[in-house]
């Protein structure tokens, strides 16, 4: 798929005013006005508090969680990590992960996911899967 | 391969002062570290006026150009586009590619290089082609 596209996605401080299709709050996922083949990207920014609402894990894609501003924690699995601007997280298939701002985070908890999976976005699909039900390890 | 693998690669003010290991300065490909498997990522910073000192072009890999701070251009064949904080540039193979931080950017030219190919990246191995002799279209 030659050529090129480009487009505006915001600046790092209006990823927050995103709204998705599916009503969510500062999370982008660029690839979709892209149409881009094999690499996927979100742009996401949570306030400090913040958190995902889920768990989830990909049975083909691997994910790669890029930090650029504030400070917050990812959940991986049994354990949790914190992260900070230039924290970097390579998550393979099947691993459960969820993350948070923290409720002191100096400022917004900016970050991109980046996936692939060694095939088309396109073939692969919708290989996510979401536990609804375990809780979070930061839940009160 | 499942699992997850944490770095840190330094905030984006920092990026600048990485030296890669071919004596490059503010290029780090930070899925040297992490050992990706499906999707590679490079952390850039170009100081105003600072430029790609070639052209190059991929046979494989899709790359997408994400910029985060400062006023720049990319060259895309024959266009040259201005980038912005937010410009997203997703770049087919086979396009010939170059970028430039401007004399008067208010800052650095901060951005991602992201790619991936439909496969492991080890797999594609190096796809790019570089043309040394093509003048670089903002040159004096």
């Not at 049994?78 to 601007?85: K, L, R, S, T």
Request: one cysteine or more; a negative charge; glycine letters at 12%.
């Amino acid at each position: 798929m030659s050529d090129y596209q480009v487009i505006n996605a915001g600046a790092p401080e209006q990823w927050h005013d995103v709204v998705s299709p599916n009503g969510a709050r500062g999370k982008q996922f660029v690839d979709a006005g892209l149409e881009t083949q094999y690499v996927g990207v979100s742009l996401n920014a949570n306030q400090p508090g913040e958190a995902a609402a889920r768990w989830h894990s990909h049975s083909q894609l691997e994910e790669i969680y890029l930090f650029l501003a504030g400070e917050g924690q990812m959940a991986l699995n049994d354990d949790v990590i914190d992260v900070h601007p230039g924290t970097i997280v390579r998550v393979g298939q099947g691993v459960w992960r969820a993350w948070r701002a923290l409720p002191d985070s100096p400022g917004e908890l900016r970050w991109l996911c980046i996936r692939g999976g060694g095939a088309d976005l396109k073939s692969i699909g919708h290989d996510a899967d979401f536990d609804h039900d375990r809780p979070l390890p930061w839940a009160a």
